[in-house]
């Protein structure tokens, strides 16, 4: 049963350049939450993905937009990267009928922006 | 924005010892979680607490909340150098309808041998 895989695990980008990442749930999951973690820092929330919709977003801007597909995969994508966008960005998945079970997080993507 | 925070920031214990971390949020929440997160990997999943739960165990962790302070704490009994990690609060505000978990700020232990 494979769990949470992201992809790629590293990724060094130029400021003004667009990203994307890749997040693939654990099996059996619906829901995909995306989380941009700078060093030192605890996950903060960027947004969630249930039936290929947005349906939660935190403080983001919009240069960071996100897609889901029907097999539950999802896409982060970052437009006109800035330095302040290097972090590790985690994908976590979970069942959306199941409001107490817990976060599976993939090893997330470290995005170093020069 | 940050719902919770870790207090300590950093705790250093020699092996053997029990630790205690303590996270307090701001709003009211459904439940409360506790996630382990070893250097530069994704966070595991370690306990969670319903808003009308006090106590709950988990073979060395046992976890209280306290919602009348807005507080958890998660304690590690015995602790051993396996449990060097960042430690974090989760919690789950009522309004967020799908279940959007805010983390805290983390709590560094580090278990000397």
């Known amino acids: 049963d494979a769990g949470v895989t992201q992809s790629p695990t590293h990724l060094i980008k130029t400021r003004g350049q667009q990203v994307t990442l890749r997040c693939s749930p654990k099996s059996g999951h619906d829901t995909v939450s995306w989380y941009q973690q700078a060093l030192g820092q605890g996950p903060q929330f960027i947004f969630q993905y249930y039936e290929e919709e947005e349906r939660q977003r935190g403080n983001f801007p919009d240069r960071f937009s996100g897609h889901q597909f029907p097999n539950y995969s999802s896409e982060l994508n970052v437009n006109a990267l800035l330095l302040g966008d290097s972090a590790l960005y985690l994908c976590?998945?979970?069942?959306?009928?199941?409001?107490?079970?817990?976060?599976?997080f993939g090893n997330g993507t470290r995005l170093t922006v020069t | 924005s940050q719902q919770g925070e870790e207090d300590p920031q950093a705790l250093s214990i020699q092996e053997g010892e029990n630790a205690t971390m303590n996270c307090s949020y701001k709003t009211s929440i459904n439940n409360l979680q506790w996630y382990r997160q070893n250097s530069g990997r994704g966070l595991v999943h370690l306990i969670l607490i319903r808003s009308n739960e006090r106590e709950k165990h988990s073979g060395r962790l046992r976890v209280t909340l306290d919602t009348s302070k807005k507080s958890s704490s998660l304690l590690i009994t015995a602790s051993r150098a396996a449990d060097t990690a960042s430690y974090f609060c989760a919690t789950d505000p009522p309004t967020s309808g799908t279940y959007k978990y805010i983390f805290g700020t983390g709590t560094r232990l580090k278990v000397l041998a």
């Open positions: 976590a998945s979970s069942f959306k009928f199941r409001g107490n079970s817990p976060l599976h």
